[in-house]
């Protein structure tokens, strides 16, 4: 088997509201398409995933440029010799493109041998998986709404972005608490907090509310800080952006940074990398969860092969970025319910392009 093409799409897709973080205000996410045909008829498709420096343009660029040339001609079935080429060609941070192409590759691969990818990856560990869902920064009766919906829905656990507003995060985490005593609630500042005594203060005084976990205090460069945090609060401290690739995620450990690593396919280069961080921390003792950024259809489903075959997964997880956005580019048929994922179904990704909702995306 040979590939014969190889191109990606840009898209945005609209999100029904728009969400705010620490990062800012998102209204729709751009991200790239990725499909590559064989000459045995087969068709892999995969999605590159960022709201870094490089969204969903940028990927593409990477994508229908260097890794095309480079991979047509070459048998998809030989996955880690195309991932070290890709390697070759492009920098750390373009690792989204990298990702999608890698999704596209085990899709294939799935459909070639008539099964889906979590059982390439070692088979399914677990019959469901709890699933987390995020709240867009607002007032209280704004995130007092979101999660009665939420919960309504389902969802036993919900995170709070913060670090904007320590008076606000406040008034809203003791709202969240006083409305659902028994929801698991945890916050996440998206590195917003600029140092590490400043971090623990406002840690501190979040804890009151049983908070759950506390995602990536400080810039994810800050190993030592987050060491200090860590030493200085109750909650488990997670790992984000300080774990994109397996050797972040070596540097984390070996600095106890961390108690927790977040996760991400798109980060991390794909599912292949994305495993191997799940091998460094269960070696470090440590737990993980998948985060989202959120992914379209095609990357939650990536999300969800990688979460049933890995064993070491001790919280609920963001698979479920497909449920953030208005529409989609597939048709992804993915059962969410009451709060939980199930394993994926059909061969490969078991996602199916639409052409028609990929053209109305496209830009």
């Given at each position: 088997m040979k590939i014969t093409s190889v191109r990606a799409t840009a898209v945005l897709v609209p999100r029904p509201?728009?969400?705010?973080?620490?990062?800012?205000?998102?209204?729709?996410?751009?991200?790239?398409v990725v499909e590559i045909e064989t000459d045995t008829g087969f068709t892999g498709i995969g999605e590159a995933s960022s709201i870094w420096d490089r969204m969903g343009r940028g990927c593409a660029d990477d994508i229908n440029g260097p890794l095309a040339e480079a991979l047509v001609g070459r048998d998809p079935t030989q996955i880690r010799l195309l991932s070290d080429a890709m390697d070759a060609l492009l920098s750390p941070r373009s690792a989204p493109a990298r990702a999608g192409v890698e999704m596209a590759l085990w899709d294939i691969l799935g459909k070639a041998l008539d099964t889906p990818v979590y059982r390439l990856l070692g088979g399914a560990v677990r019959e469901r998986l709890p699933l987390s869902r995020s709240l867009s920064m607002g007032t209280v009766d704004e995130v007092l709404a979101q999660a009665d919906a939420l919960v309504e829905e389902g969802y036993g656990t919900?995170?709070?972005?913060?670090?904007?507003?320590?008076?606000?995060?406040?008034?809203?985490?003791?709202?969240?608490r006083q409305r659902f005593p028994r929801v698991i609630l945890r916050v996440d500042a998206n590195m917003a907090?600029?140092?590490?005594?400043?971090?623990?203060?406002?840690?501190?005084?979040?804890e009151e509310f049983d908070i759950e976990l506390v995602e990536q205090p400080l810039h994810e460069r800050d190993l030592e800080g987050l060491r200090f945090v860590r030493e200085s609060v109750d909650t488990p401290v997670m790992a984000d952006e300080s774990v994109w690739t397996p050797a972040d995620?070596?540097?984390?450990?070996?600095?106890?940074?961390a108690d927790v690593f977040n996760v991400y396919v798109s980060e991390a280069g794909g599912l292949g990398p994305a495993a191997q961080i799940f091998a460094i921390a269960d070696a470090a003792r440590l737990s993980c969860i998948i985060g989202s950024m959120?992914?379209?259809?095609?990357?939650?489903?990536?999300?969800?092969?990688?979460?049933?075959a890995m064993p070491n997964l001790g919280f609920a997880c963001d698979v479920n970025g497909c449920v953030y956005h208005a529409d989609d580019v597939v048709d992804h048929g993915l059962r969410i319910e009451s709060g939980f994922i199930y394993p994926p179904s059909g061969p490969g990704l078991g996602v199916s392009l639409d052409p028609e909702r990929l053209a109305k995306y496209r830009i």
């Open positions: 509201t728009p969400f705010t973080s620490s990062l800012g205000t998102h209204a729709g996410t751009e991200n790239a919900l995170k709070m972005k913060v670090g904007r507003n320590a008076k606000a995060d406040l008034s809203n985490l003791s709202a969240l907090w600029p140092n590490a005594k400043t971090a623990v203060r406002h840690i501190r005084e979040l995620a070596m540097a984390c450990a070996r600095a106890d940074a959120p992914e379209l259809g095609i990357g939650t489903a990536a999300q969800a092969h990688l979460a049933f």
